[in-house]
């Protein structure tokens, strides 16, 4: 079933408890909850047709909020990735590196804190708001706005997990934006009703952790090449590469397996005559209909949309027990 009104009143109220108790100084810890909290109730007030939300000045304020977070996060699990090596080859560039991201660090850290004490206060009171209209919401209008939003909700689903087959062939350049689509999922998902211990929803959150982790040792890559002054040849620098390697392989092999668990069906796992005859099949009944329209085979499969991808029974299956 869809989040309960009790469960998106516990969400407004542990988002303001960050709000009220964020610290001058705020650990890896603060600033984790802080966003997480912020980024679930802007899901919520896309995902719910409860007008207490919609209406809410919810939007910008969070947008800000999340952002600022993002990047201060962005540098705690960079500095987290490097102190967990112990390579001992290069002192040097290794503390280098980490002097440059906690500086890095504690620049964003103060901008977040800047903001937070700029509008946490009057963001605060909204969430307040909301939860108390939220809480006037009488059952038969929350049951009819639950329903719609469910049925709109598990629709989303459905389109979505008919895109995990897609692209054709997860490589390092698409293996990111591939990390997005599958993380919009888990949260419409999530929205829908999903329950967190589901076989699908862990799939989901093991496919996105994994590129994630792999696309941070990139992005620490790219700034240990940007800020430091080293030999060509810098043992850190070819460690650096050296794990983003592994992880990469690491994250592709996670994802080609969601797909093949959930994003293909059973006949694109069999033999490639198997799939030849049925590619044939399905062109020739496509140039039979296209034919009776008086124009060839040939020109109509060049301006004919593409067929939108079939979801396997297992998916359905995993979609459903999901979200129901």
Partial sequence: MPLVKTEIQANLRKLRKSLKSAPKRLTPEDVHKLRTRARRIASLSDAHSLPSLNKAKLAKPLKRIRKKAGRVRDMDVLTAHLAAMHSDEDPSCRTQLLEYLGAKRYRRADRLVELLEDE????????????????????????????????????????????????AHLTKANLHPYRLKVKELRDSLRMAGGTRDSRFAGALSQCKDAIGEWHDWEELIAIAEKTLDHRPECPLL??????????????????????????????????????????????????????????SGREKTQTSASPLPQIPERALKAVAGAVH
């Fill in 120 to 167: 946490g206060s009057a963001l605060r009171k909204e969430l307040r708001r909301v939860a108390k209209g939220i809480a006037k919401v009488t059952g038969t209008k929350r049951g009819k706005s639950a329903r719609k939003a469910h049925t709109r909700q598990s629709a989303q689903v459905l389109e979505l997990t008919a895109g995990l087959g897609e692209p």
């Fill in 238 to 295: 070819q460690e650096l590469k050296s794990v983003s390697k592994q992880k990469l392989d690491l994250a592709i092999s996670i994802a080609e397996k969601l797909r093949t668990d959930y994003a293909r069906p059973p006949a694109s796992r069999t033999t490639g005559r198997t799939t030849a005859s049925k590619a044939k099949t399905d062109r020739e009944k496509t140039n039979k209909a296209k034919a009776s329209s008086g124009k």
